[in-house]
């Protein structure tokens, strides 16, 4: 039976997930913290634009509105652990990377770094800042994409679901991977092919 629910102070919007999070690294003057952000979105190819809502109760926030710049990684299932710490507590009370024993690597053109065991990484200018009710969506231009080759498709580039066990958000402290997967092509020589 569907419901209609109209007290959106009370009603979870949590029906578009599930989803995957990343977990966004940000160095500002020495210090240097990261959080997971499910809230992620591909903004623009050309520019190619990658945008992140965060709330102004972070740390991170304040530490990204004056670096103006971050990391963005995406880390298989394998590395939940590292996706649910750095998403629980705050680099205002610990040093998230010595704590939960996360290594990290020197990016190419900024100074946050970027997480080694994530299968991909963006390196990000901020090149905007949009209120969005109680977050600010920061609009990153993507200056470099790291990624491990072996975990996507050669010709169409998409990721691997034979090989990355994707980390896909549900909402409060639920996650899943796929342990069995249907894939399918469906294109527009597909759609033009089927019947309906
Ligand atoms: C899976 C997951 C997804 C999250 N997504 C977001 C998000 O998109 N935006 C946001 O502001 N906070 C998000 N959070 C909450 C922050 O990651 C969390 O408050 C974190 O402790 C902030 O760390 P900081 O204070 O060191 O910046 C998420 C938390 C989890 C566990």
């Given at each position: 039976m569907k419901v209609v629910e109209t007290d959106l102070t009370k009603a979870k919007?949590?029906?578009?997930?599930?989803?995957?999070?990343?977990?966004?690294?940000?160095?500002?003057?020495?210090?240097?913290?990261?959080?997971?952000?499910?809230w992620n979105i591909g903004?623009?190819?050309?520019?190619?634009?990658?945008?992140?809502?965060?709330?102004?109760?972070?740390?991170?926030?304040?530490?990204?509105?004056?670096?103006?710049?971050?990391?963005?990684?995406?880390?298989?299932?394998?590395?939940?652990?590292?996706?649910?710490?750095?998403?629980?507590?705050?680099?205002?009370?610990?040093?998230?990377?010595?704590?939960?024993?996360?290594?990290?690597?020197?990016?190419?053109?900024?100074?946050?770094?970027?997480?080694k065991n994530a299968y991909a990484s963006y390196e990000c200018k901020v090149v905007n800042i949009f209120n969005v009710g109680d977050h600010d969506l920061f609009v990153g231009k993507i200056l470099a994409v790291h990624y491990d080759e072996d975990l996507f498709e050669k010709d169409t580039k998409i990721p691997s679901v034979e090989k990355i066990k994707f980390s896909f958000y549900l909402g409060s402290d639920f996650y899943f991977t796929q342990k069995s997967f249907e894939k399918v092509k469906f294109g527009e020589e597909e759609v033009l092919k089927s019947s309906y």
């Open positions: 919007f949590y029906h578009f997930y599930p989803c995957i999070p990343c977990v966004i690294v940000v160095k500002y003057k020495e210090k240097i913290n990261g959080m997971t952000a499910a903004l623009s190819f050309n520019p190619p634009l990658f945008g992140v809502s965060i709330s102004p109760n972070r740390f991170t926030y304040s530490l990204l509105k004056n670096a103006k710049e971050f990391t963005a990684n995406f880390l298989s299932f394998d590395y939940l652990k590292t996706i649910a710490s750095f998403g629980r507590t705050s680099g205002r009370n610990i040093d998230k990377f010595k704590n939960f024993r996360v290594e990290t690597e020197e990016s190419k053109f900024i100074s946050s770094p970027i997480l």
